[in-house]
């Protein structure tokens, strides 16, 4: 099972977009890392309705057996050992995918919480997409570290 993470924005540049592609090369050796990018609404003065048409892009690639999870500040607060075993347990189970989602500016949409398996928070700040990127595929790689006995994870 090769995990997805969809996220609603453009690709970064600089270091973070460095930082995270080393750590989605690293992920090859693995199952490895998609990452599709999620086109983001415009806004015209409607908070609600550029949540709903990003809502809506980021289900449309969602099939019925996949495993949503969405990265959201408001999120179930895991640790690392939590987050591994979440992973794992997605893996064991054969769904056809895994896929963390990022949402847009304004977060995400009610009904996209709703549809999530999961709602897991990176942290209980709110942190800009190339932040929440790195920090998410980081995880990814330590929990998939600690599954195949790399000595990565502390």
Request: glycine fraction near 8%; aromatic fraction near 8%; proline fraction near 5%.
């Amino acid at each position: 099972m090769r995990p997805l993470i969809l996220s609603v924005g453009k690709p970064s540049r600089g270091w973070p977009a460095e930082a995270c592609n080393d750590y989605v090369r690293r992920l090859r050796r693995w199952d490895g890392l998609d990452e599709v990018w999620i086109k983001p609404e415009r806004f015209h003065g409607d908070i609600e309705a550029v949540r709903a048409a990003e809502g809506d892009r980021l289900r449309a690639r969602i099939g019925p057996r996949d495993r949503l999870v969405c990265i959201d500040e408001r999120g179930e607060a895991m640790r690392t050992e939590a987050f591994t075993d979440l992973i794992q347990r997605v893996r064991l189970e054969g769904a056809p995918s895994l896929i963390f989602a990022i949402g847009g500016a304004y977060g995400h949409d009610e009904r996209t919480r709703q549809t999530a398996w999961r709602t897991v928070s990176l942290s209980s700040m709110v942190l800009n997409h190339e932040i929440a990127r790195l920090v998410l595929v980081e995880q990814i790689y330590r929990a998939y570290a600690t599954l195949n006995g790399v000595p990565y994870h502390h």
